[in-house]
């Protein structure tokens, strides 16, 4: 199978999401394996948006702490725990938490002095409970809005449906 991932800048956001969700459901067609989702969507939304950095951190002490991993990028921190920096708060409070400038987040973590802006999106799995959380950066101040949260929201929804 090859694949190419398409090319979203410039695209309205909706209408992007929206693709790239088709997108991703066509690839993970027949997968269940979760590191593998997770590793695909990590590549198609970092390429398509020409994001700074684009990954997941992965509970592995579930209430205590995040782990780096798969992600698309420069290197991320390692791990995070529950209730510090902006991932840490999205796994703490399961909440979308979207950070138009970095520097006015309290506790922020800087991995990539670059990073200007943030979202950060609870990934459940079919029980509810917290997989991980999707995390993107970007260059830009004020990247992410309301579309980006549903958007990512609604992509990452592919976890409470399948494992
Ligand atoms: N800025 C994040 C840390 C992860 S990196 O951005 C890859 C935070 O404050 O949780």
Same mark, same amino acid.
Do not use: I, Q, T
């Given at each position: 199978m090859a694949e190419a991932i398409p090319?979203?800048? %410039?695209?309205p956001k909706h209408r992007a999401y929206s693709e790239l969700k088709g997108h991703t459901e066509a690839i993970l067609d027949g997968v269940s394996d979760e590191v593998t989702a997770m590793a695909t969507m990590a590549a198609l939304v970092h390429h398509a948006f020409g994001h700074l950095w684009t990954g997941f951190y992965r509970v592995?002490? =579930? %209430?205590q702490l995040l782990r780096v991993g798969p992600y698309q990028g420069s290197l991320g921190c390692i791990d995070i725990a529950f209730g510090q920096g902006v991932c840490g708060t999205s796994a703490a409070e399961t909440r979308t938490v979207v950070v =138009? $400038?970095?520097? *006015? !987040? =309290?506790?922020h973590i800087t991995? $990539? +002095?670059? +990073? *200007?802006s943030e979202i950060v999106v609870p990934v459940l799995n079919k029980k509810g409970n917290l997989l991980a959380v999707f995390d993107i950066d970007s260059e830009?101040?004020?990247? !992410?809005?309301n579309e980006d949260q549903r958007g990512l929201e609604q992509l990452v929804s592919w976890f409470a449906s399948t494992v």
């Open positions: 090319d979203l800048r %410039g695209v592995v002490v =579930p %209430g =138009p $400038d970095v520097e *006015k !987040f =309290p506790g991995c $990539d +002095s670059r +990073s *200007k830009r101040l004020n990247a !992410f809005d």
